[in-house]
């Protein structure tokens, strides 16, 4: 991963991306990407927007008054961002959005899909296109529309708040994907467990350990996912303030974080369902190896009780004494013989009778 500022300028109705390095950086640009940067990279941001950049030590620190705070004119928040859902494995990284002037600064040390995403959708569509409803792009006959209609035909351009609440958009899109992914997960398992108990065969040891491996790992994620709604749930209110003290703020901003916060909050408890779902899961796995355990040892116990008749017998006359009648008797072996099946087979039919077998 090369260190890298991406720079993002207005280019007529778009924003024009421009890797840069040091005091390359154009004036100009609204949006600073620092992706793993160098200490020339920082300092050069420093100059540049008359700010101290937080370390990589600093992003890691948990406290609320680390990650959000304003600091010479300008606003500091950290959350944790998942990263690599497309390669299987996710996970999350700390991201630090600084606001100052009319310029967005993001810090980061991994590589979020959801960045790529947003910026991919910045430098194609514009503000006021990108978050117009279907009924707003529906042609009508009267003058406010036509005025609207005449209006969006030529955007504006980007602004840092508008790209800072796109790209938290983004971020929250991109955890509710990961929860629907551990959510599948989570069904796939379910099954796994059921259909597990409905075969005759009973389950294997290593089948057990695949799944609680499964549930350990999506419980993991789960968990979490909720440290990083935790952080955005309390960076949703430190924007708004910051955006409300702003004057003049567009009129959209507001509605946008709103949005924003239901969609953490509804996400916030889709986690909960998922915690619980997580620990039913185990709770019922761990059931079924003490039921697979209890019948393994059921099958010995009763192995064990069909098998003592004959051994009490083969015990009786394997004694050496001198006087024991049957010894002498002609028909004295086979009869031992045929009371050890008989003595076998009735405690087996009388065990399937109890259905114990």
């Given amino acids: 991963m090369a260190p890298m500022i991406e720079a993002y300028t207005p280019s007529g109705r778009f924003m024009r991306p421009r890797s840069v390095q040091g005091d390359a950086i154009p004036t100009e640009a609204i949006w600073l990407d620092l992706l793993n940067p160098t200490a020339d990279d920082v300092s050069a941001v420093e100059r540049l927007c008359g700010i101290d950049v937080p370390t990589r030590e600093e992003m890691d620190e948990i406290e609320v008054s680390s990650r959000l705070h304003s600091e010479d004119g300008a606003d500091f928040m950290t959350a944790s961002v998942v990263f690599g859902l497309d390669s299987g494995k996710p996970s999350f990284a700390p991201v630090t959005f600084i606001r100052t002037g009319d310029r967005l600064i993001t810090l980061r040390y991994s590589e979020p899909k959801s960045f790529a995403i947003y910026a991919a959708k910045l430098c194609r569509e514009t503000p006021s296109t990108a978050h117009m409803s279907p009924e707003d792009a529906q042609p009508t006959h009267t003058a406010k529309t036509a005025k609207t209609a005449k209006t ?11 790209i800072l609440i796109g790209l938290l958009e983004t971020v929250v899109d991109r955890v509710a994907d990961l929860l629907e992914s551990i959510s599948a997960d989570l069904d796939r398992i379910g099954d796994d467990i059921f ?15 695949s799944l609680l491996r499964r549930i350990g790992a999506a419980g993991d994620l789960t968990s979490r996912v909720r440290e990083s709604l935790a952080t955005l749930d309390r960076l949703l209110p430190f924007l708004q303030l ?6 003049p703020s567009s009129r959209d901003t507001r509605p946008r974080v709103k949005a924003m916060s239901r969609d953490v909050h509804s996400l916030n408890d889709f986690v909960s369902f998922l915690s619980n779902k997580t620990t039913f899961l185990l709770d019922t ?3 079924m190896i003490s039921i697979e355990q209890n019948a393994i040892i059921k099958i010995f116990s009763v192995a064990a009780v069909a098998f ?28 031992a013989l045929a009371a050890m099946v008989v003595s076998a087979v009735v405690p087996m039919i009388l065990f399937r009778y109890k259905n114990w077998l």
């Fill in 308 to 335: 003592l008749p004959p051994t009490l017998i083969a015990s009786i006359y394997g004694m050496n004494f001198t006087h024991m009648p049957e010894l002498g008797w002609t028909f004295g072996y086979p009869l």
């Fill in 242 to 247: 910051v955006l409300d003290g702003r004057k």
């Fill in 152 to 162: 969006a035909s030529h955007p504006g351009t980007p602004t840092a708040d508008s």
């Fill in 285 to 287: 796995t761990v059931g």
């Fill in 195 to 209: 259909s597990s108990s409905a075969r005759k065969k009973p389950t294997g040891t290593a089948d057990f350990k």
